[in-house]
C-alpha cells in the first residue's frame, strides 16, 4: 500500500439528519473499511455507531454504502480501493437513518413473520425421519447461505427508489420464499401470497441484488424467476384458462 | 428518579444465540409468556460463526457408532472433570435434537441413502458431525430463528441487561437498555435463562465478536451464583495469523477433518512427535494410516491432526517458540496437498470447505486449493461459566438458569470441537423446559424500587463521568489494556509470576473502569455501551485468573509451565468463585460426584 494514512469521509447524524466527517487514520496490510471504522471510534469518535459482530462476512451485520457500493464493510479490503481521495461511508439507503452507520432494519423482520412458515410432509420413516438426495437440495442449500445482510434490499430500486416496502417484500425475502417452496419436504402453498401481498410482479429483473449478494447467491435466475413462472402457471397459464381451471 | 419501561414475562431469556432460541422455543411451547433478549439483531449471534458441525452419535455413516462411544468420547476431552450427567443427557439426547431441527426446515448435508451426512472431527472416534459445508452454526441459528418467530416469543433486538434482580432469595427479573434509543428497562420474570456465551472478548487475539464480554457470567456471579472451571478456555489451534486485521478468525476443524494437515517450516507434520498416552491407540501412526482415516476407512485410525484441540494447539504454540514456525508467527496448514491424491482436489476443496476458501480469497489474498494457510492459536471458547444442575439447567439462585457456553460442565477441561452446537440444543431445550416449569408453578415476586433506581443510576453513570472530567477516560483504551493483559499473562501457556501479575493488573483496571467515561447522547452510543461491558469483562478475567492460578496443574485448556503435567491430586474436584461477603470474589474445590457404576463401566468399554 502506498500511503500509510487514509481519509474517510463517514456519514454522521440521527435520523437521516447530518453530514459526511472526515477522519484520517493509519492504514496497513490487509485492512479492510471495518478495520478503519474501528480505530476512528477508539481513538477519535468513541459514540461513532455501526453494527458488527463476526468480521468475517458471516453474520451480515456491518452492511453500509462504501465510496456509493453496498458492501460488507468486514469484507471491503482498503487495498481494493483509491485512497488518494477520501473513502465514502454511508448507511444503506433504503432503510431508515438511527445514527451514523446503524439504518432501521426491523421491516425485514415483520416481513419475515408474514411468510408462511415451513410445513413438512409426513416422515419417510417409521423413526420420523426423512430421506433426501443431496442433488435435491442443492438449490435450497443456495438460498439457505443467505446471511440477511438486506444489500440486496438496499440496492433493490422498487424498495430504494420507489418505496414499496408495503407491496413488495424485496429479494432477501423472495429468496427465502423460493427455499421454502423449493424445499423437497415443504407442503405449504405460497403462490397465492407471492403474486398478491409478496408483489413478485414489482421485480423487473435487473439483477442488482444478485450483483450485491456478498454469498454470491444467483437471486434472480435462480429464485426470482422460477417463483415468477410459478405464479405465471398457476394464474395466467392461457390452457388452463381456456379450460376455466386453476383460476382463483 | 430515572424513568423506565416495565416488561413482564413468565421467563425471559438473555442470549439469542443457538441455546437462548432453544430455550425459548422450549419455554414457549410449555405455554408460559417468553421474552427473549438479543445483545444484536436476531440471527446474529456467534453461532453463526460455528462451521464444522453439530455432533450426534446417529450413526449414519459409522454403524458403531453410539451415545456411548460419544459420552467417553467426551469425558476423554474433558480430562474427567465434566458434569458426568449433563455429559450422559448430551450424548443420549443429541440425535433428536439434531433430527428436530430437521422437522424445522433444516437442510443438512446427505449420506448416499439420503440421511444426515456426518464428518469426522478432533476427538470423535467416528464421523459424528452432522454439517452444511462448513456453515452449520448459519443453518442452525437460522432454523431455530425461523421456527421461533412464528411461536409467540417476544423478541427484543439490540438489548443489553446490565444487571439481574434477586428478592426473597429468587430471580425476579432484569435491568437494561436498548442500544436503539438508549431507553432504559425492567424486565419482570418468574425465570430468567442466561444463554449469553462466553467471554473471548478479554482476550486480544480471538474469534469472538464484540459481544462476548461474559456478560451472562457477570449478571448471574453478581446474583450469587457460582462460577466454575474458568481456567479452561479454549484456544482454537487455528486461526488466521494474518494479515494483521484479521487475526484471530477461525479457520474451521474442518480443514484437518477433510484431510488439512499442520507442517512447520521445514515441511515437517509435526504433530506426529508427543502424541498423549491416552490417545496413542487411537491415532494413526503413518501418513498413509491419517489419509486413509479421513477417507472414511474403518480400519484406519485418525490422524494426529485430528487430536484435542488444546493439545493441537500447545504444539503448534511450541514449533513457534522453538523457531520453526510460518514467517508471521503461526504454522501451515496445508489443504492443497490433498490434489495428490484426489482427482477433482480444488473442486473438492471448494465444495467441502466453500466459506474457508471465499474467507481467505477475499481477506488473505491466498487461494486455499494452491497454497497453505497460515495459522495459530485463536481464544474460542469458555468451558466454564455459570454451575448448573446437569437434568434442569439451574443454579444455585432458584429460578436462575444457564444453557450453552454461558453454562459449566458439560466439556470439563476441555471441549471437543462439535459438541458445542450439541449443547446448546439439549442443553437450552432443558433450561427453557424447566425454566417454565420453574415459572408455572410460581407466583411472581416484586422488584424494590430502590434497587431498580441504583441500576438504572449505575446504567447512566458513564455519563455523569463524562461530564465531570476529571479521571474519566475513554472506555475502549482500558479494554485493550485488559486485553493485552490476559493475553500476555493467562493466555495458552501460563505460570504462577504471571498469573499474579494478571491479577494486580484486574486492580488497576477495575479502578480505571469506575471512571470509564462516554461522550454523546444515549442514541446507538457504542462508547457508552462498552463501558457498560467493562465490569463483566473483569469480573470474568478475575475468576479465570484466579481458578488458573489456584489449579496448579496442566489439564486441558489449562496449561502451566512451572505445573507442566496432570496431576492426580487435581482430579477430583472443580473450581468454583462465588461473591463472598464484602463484595470479593471467594474460591473453593467442589469435590467432583464420583461416576455412577453404569458410566464408569461405559468408559472402560471405550478405552
Redesign the interface.
Known amino acids: 500500500m502506498s500511503s500509510t494514512s487514509a481519509t474517510f469521509r463517514i456519514w454522521r447524524g440521527e435520523k437521516g439528519k447530518g453530514e459526511f466527517r472526515d477522519y484520517k487514520t493509519p492504514v496497513s496490510e490487509g485492512m479492510v473499511v471495518l478495520d478503519a471504522v474501528h480505530q476512528i471510534q477508539a481513538d477519535q469518535a468513541n459514540d461513532l455507531a455501526v453494527r458488527w459482530n463476526c468480521k468475517a462476512g458471516k453474520c451480515g451485520s456491518c452492511s453500509a454504502e462504501v465510496n456509493g457500493m453496498p458492501k460488507l464493510m468486514c469484507m471491503t479490503r482498503l487495498s481494493d480501493l483509491p485512497l488518494d481521495q477520501p473513502v465514502t461511508v454511508q448507511p444503506m439507503h433504503t432503510f431508515p437513518s438511527i445514527r451514523d452507520l446503524v439504518t432501521d432494519v426491523s421491516w425485514n423482520f415483520r416481513v419475515k413473520q408474514e411468510i408462511k412458515p415451513f410445513k413438512p410432509r409426513q416422515p419417510d420413516a417409521p423413526d420420523g425421519t426423512w430421506r433426501m438426495q443431496q442433488e435435491d437440495i442443492e438449490r435450497v442449500q443456495e438460498f439457505r447461505k443467505c446471511i440477511e445482510c438486506f444489500l440486496c434490499q438496499d440496492v433493490c430500486h422498487v424498495l430504494r427508489d420507489h418505496h414499496k416496502h408495503d407491496e413488495f417484500i424485496g429479494p432477501r425475502f423472495l429468496v427465502h420464499v423460493a427455499a421454502l417452496e423449493m424445499h423437497p419436504l415443504d407442503t405449504e402453498d405460497r403462490i397465492p401470497e407471492l403474486k398478491k401481498a409478496h408483489g413478485v410482479g414489482y421485480c423487473n429483473i435487473t439483477k442488482c441484488c444478485t450483483k450485491v449478494c456478498p454469498e454470491g447467491i444467483t437471486i434472480t435466475d435462480n429464485a426470482i424467476i422460477p417463483l415468477k413462472e410459478r405464479v405465471v402457471d398457476r394464474y395466467y397459464d392461457p390452457i388452463k384458462r381456456l379450460l376455466g381451471i386453476g383460476r382463483k | 428518579m430515572t424513568e423506565y419501561q416495565t416488561h413482564e414475562h413468565d421467563v425471559l431469556v438473555i442470549g439469542a444465540g443457538g441455546a437462548g432460541l432453544r430455550a425459548a422455543i422450549e419455554a414457549s411451547a410449555a405455554g408460559v409468556s417468553v421474552g427473549l433478549i438479543c445483545k444484536?439483531?436476531?440471527?446474529?449471534?456467534?453461532t453463526?460463526?460455528a462451521e464444522g458441525g453439530v455432533a450426534a452419535a446417529m450413526a449414519h455413516v459409522d454403524d458403531r457408532d453410539n451415545w456411548k462411544v460419544h459420552f467417553s468420547d467426551t469425558m476423554r476431552g474433558g480430562q474427567y472433570l465434566n458434569n458426568w450427567r449433563m455429559a450422559e443427557l448430551h450424548a443420549k439426547e443429541a440425535p433428536d435434537r439434531v433430527?428436530e431441527l430437521?422437522?424445522?426446515?433444516a437442510?443438512f448435508?446427505?449420506t448416499k441413502?439420503?440421511?444426515i451426512l456426518q464428518r469426522n472431527f478432533g476427538g470423535h472416534r467416528y464421523p459424528r458431525l452432522a454439517h452444511?459445508?462448513d456453515?452449520t452454526g448459519?443453518?442452525m441459528i437460522?432454523t431455530l430463528q425461523?421456527?421461533g418467530?412464528?411461536q409467540g416469543i417476544k423478541v427484543y433486538?439490540e438489548h443489553t441487561v446490565t444487571k439481574l434482580f434477586v428478592e426473597g432469595g429468587r430471580i425476579a427479573g432484569a435491568f437494561g437498555y436498548d442500544r436503539?434509543r438508549g431507553y432504559l428497562r425492567v424486565f419482570k420474570a418468574k425465570s430468567v435463562v442466561v444463554a449469553t456465551g462466553g467471554v473471548g472478548r478479554a482476550y486480544k487475539i480471538t474469534s469472538n465478536?464484540?459481544?462476548y464480554t461474559g456478560d451472562g457470567y457477570a449478571l448471574a456471579y453478581d446474583a450469587g451464583a457460582d462460577l466454575m472451571d474458568m481456567e479452561f478456555i479454549q484456544f482454537h489451534p487455528t486461526g488466521m495469523v494474518?494479515?494483521?486485521?484479521?487475526r484471530g478468525?477461525?479457520v474451521t476443524e474442518g480443514v484437518r477433518g477433510e484431510g488439512g494437515v499442520l507442517r512447520n517450516k521445514d515441511g515437517k507434520r509435526f504433530m506426529f512427535d508427543g502424541i498423549p498416552e491416552n490417545y496413542k491407540a487411537q491415532t494413526a501412526d503413518s501418513e498413509e494410516e491419517g489419509w486413509k482415516y479421513v477417507q472414511g476407512d474403518k480400519n484406519a485410525r485418525r490422524p494426529p491432526e485430528l487430536l484435542t484441540r488444546d493439545h493441537v494447539a500447545r504444539k503448534i504454540m511450541g514449533e513457534v517458540r522453538d523457531g520453526r514456525g510460518s514467517p508471521h508467527g503461526g504454522v501451515f496448514l496445508d489443504i492443497a496437498w490433498i490434489k495428490s491424491r484426489l482427482p477433482n482436489g480444488a473442486e473438492h476443496i471448494k465444495k467441502k470447505l466453500p466459506?474457508m476458501y471465499?474467507?481467505f480469497k477475499?481477506?488473505?489474498d491466498i487461494d486455499i486449493t494452491e497454497v497453505p494457510m497460515e495459522v495459530g492459536p485463536t481464544t474460542h471458547y469458555t468451558m466454564g461459566g455459570v454451575r448448573v444442575d446437569g437434568d434442569t439447567q439451574m443454579s444455585t439462585v432458584p429460578g436462575l438458569f444457564a444453557a450453552g457456553e454461558c453454562a459449566a460442565g458439560l466439556h470439563g477441561a476441555n471441549r471437543l470441537g462439535g459438541n458445542s452446537l450439541s449443547d446448546l440444543l439439549v442443553f437450552g431445550k432443558r433450561a427453557g423446559e424447566h425454566a417454565a416449569k420453574f415459572a408455572r408453578e410460581r407466583e411472581a415476586v416484586a422488584i424494590d424500587a430502590g434497587r431498580v433506581d441504583a441500576a438504572a443510576r449505575a446504567a447512566l453513570a458513564p455519563f455523569d463521568r463524562g461530564a465531570a472530567g476529571g479521571d474519566a477516560e475513554?472506555?475502549?483504551?482500558i479494554q485493550?489494556a485488559l486485553q493485552d493483559l490476559m493475553q500476555e499473562n493467562v493466555g495458552i501457556v501460563r505460570n504462577e509470576a504471571d498469573i499474579k501479575k494478571a491479577l494486580d493488573g484486574i486492580q488497576g483496571l477495575k479502578q480505571r473502569a469506575g471512571h470509564a467515561a462516554?461522550?454523546?447522547?444515549r442514541?446507538?452510543?457504542?462508547?457508552?455501551h462498552?463501558a457498560l461491558d467493562l465490569p463483566s469483562l473483569l469480573t470474568c478475567a478475575e475468576a479465570i485468573a484466579m481458578c488458573a492460578l489456584e489449579r496448579k496443574e496442566s489439564r486441558g485448556g489449562h496449561f502451566r509451565e512451572d505445573h507442566p503435567d496432570k496431576d492426580p491430586a487435581y482430579a477430583g474436584f472443580n473450581l468454583v468463585v462465588r461473591k463472598g461477603l464484602g463484595g470479593r470474589p471467594e474460591l473453593r474445590r467442589e469435590t467432583i460426584a464420583p461416576l455412577r457404576e453404569d458410566l464408569k463401566q461405559v468408559v472402560e468399554e471405550n478405552k
Open positions: 444484536s439483531l436476531l440471527g446474529k449471534a456467534h453463526v460463526m433430527r430437521e422437522a424445522w426446515g437442510v448435508d446427505r441413502d439420503g440421511r452444511v459445508g456453515r448459519l443453518e437460522r425461523d421456527h418467530i412464528h433486538m436503539e465478536s464484540w459481544e494474518w494479515p494483521p486485521s484479521v478468525i477461525l466459506s471465499h474467507q477475499q481477506l488473505a475513554g472506555p475502549y483504551k485493550y462516554a461522550g454523546g447522547n442514541d446507538y452510543n457504542p462508547g457508552w462498552t
